[in-house]
Nanobody, 115 residues
Framework: QVQLVESGGGLVQAGGSLRLSCAAS????????MGWYRQAPGKQRELVAT????????NYADSVKGRFTISRDSAKNTVYLQMNSLQPDDTAVYYC????????WGQGTQVTVSS
């Protein structure tokens, strides 16, 4: 069983920045993908960004390209999401996700962007 713990959410004004972190722990065998998803009130959960652990290849939703950067620290089993130029539409609960044969989710961290 893999546990994912997110941190770094909060309240920020439009145009500001936040950095989210997600640390994986527990019975880790071979995590091959980690990523971030978000869910705004009344909307479905959507992909934000993912990164492969083999070659750190990133993948971004069109809505965040050029503003968000996903990265990882393999030694710490941690993935980061640097979010710049935040907009009110980015307001959501952000969830960390990892695949280690099965899919695992964190508990989520709230990001609120005020206009």
């Amino acid at each position: 069983q893999v546990q994912l713990v997110e941190s770094g959410g909060g309240l920020v004004q439009a145009g500001g920045s936040l950095r989210l972190s997600c640390a994986a722990s527990g019975r880790i065998y071979s995590i091959d993908v980690m990523g971030w998803y978000r869910q705004a009130p009344g909307k479905q959960r959507e992909l934000v960004a993912t990164i492969t652990t083999s070659n750190s290849r990133p993948n971004y939703a069109d809505s965040v390209k050029g503003r968000f950067t996903i990265s990882r620290d393999s030694a710490k089993n941690t993935v980061y999401l640097q979010m710049n130029s935040l907009q009110p539409d980015d307001t959501a609960v952000y969830y960390c996700n990892a695949r280690d044969y099965d899919w695992y989710w964190g508990q989520g961290t709230q990001v609120t962007v005020s206009s």
